[in-house]
T-cell receptor
Framework: EAQVTQNPRYLITVTGKKLTVTCSQN?????MSWYRQDPGLGLRQIYY???????DKGDVPEGYKVSRKEKRNFPLILESPSPNQTSLYFC????????????FGPGTRLTVT | AQTVTQSQPEMSVQEAETVTLSCTYD???????LFWYKQPPSRQMILVIR??????QNATENRFSVNFQKAAKSFSLKISDSQLGDTAMYFC???????????FGAGTRLTVKP
């Protein structure tokens, strides 16, 4: 089954404790991205990657890091989480050809206390 | 920069009735895609319908159809014969051929009442 997976689905952590949210896709997509969803703001892009070893900032990259060492994986790293990073996070992928439709993971609910 | 505006934070509709969700966008690009995504309580983002800007014909998918007005930069979603399972948050989204940043509106929360 074609899908994007994220782990963990839920995470409660404390300020300053480094964490990683994993993302993996099995559709051989070149493009992958991370979004955060906050009430009244919709989804905002954090980082994206157009291929292995190619990453770029989105609208809200501060406080986040990413890496793309393999085509299928695109982890999101919070080196020192803060309460303002409490949010719902989505990973997405798409082919660089065709309809630009993005396929989304199931979301990760992160709470930073 | 492209922006997407959904002016209706919440809407409700009776089961079996028709409802229209509004979306406007701002861009100087000529070639782009527009999407409507549905987010039910499960939080999964589900593609409802897409429209290519160069196509004049409005897209339809079963009970879902759009009214795409390119000159007015408007992209509304019509849901016919509303069902309880249509209860969800709906997001309008835009992406241009020249950009890799999909822009989303703030969302419209739709409730279908029995």
């Amino acid at each position: 089954e074609a899908q994007v997976t994220q782990n963990p689905r839920y995470l409660i952590t404390v300020t300053g404790k480094k964490l990683t949210v994993t993302c993996s896709q099995n559709m051989n997509h070149e493009y992958m991205s991370w979004y955060r969803q906050d009430p009244g703001l919709g989804l905002r892009q954090i980082y994206y990657s157009m291929n292995v070893e190619v990453t770029d900032k989105g609208d809200v990259p501060e406080g986040y890091k990413v890496s793309r060492k393999e085509k299928r994986n695109f982890p999101l790293i919070l080196e020192s989480p803060s309460p303002n990073q409490t949010s719902l996070y989505f990973c997405a992928s798409r082919s660089m050809l065709g309809s630009y439709e993005q396929y989304f993971g199931p979301g990760t609910r992160l709470t930073v206390t | 920069a492209q922006t997407v505006t959904q002016s209706q934070p919440e809407m409700s509709v009776q089961e079996a009735e028709t409802v229209t969700l509004s979306c406007t966008y701002d861009t100087s690009e000529s070639n782009y895609y527009l999407f409507w995504y549905k987010q039910p309580p499960s939080r999964q983002m589900i593609l409802v319908i897409r429209q290519e800007a160069y196509k004049q014909q409005n897209a339809t998918e079963n009970r879902f159809s759009v009214n795409f007005q390119k000159a007015a930069k408007s992209f509304s979603l019509k849901i016919s014969d509303s069902q309880l399972g249509d209860t969800a948050m709906y997001f309008c989204a835009f992406i241009s051929y020249n950009n890799n940043d999909m822009r989303f509106g703030a969302g419209t929360r739709l409730t279908v009442k029995p």
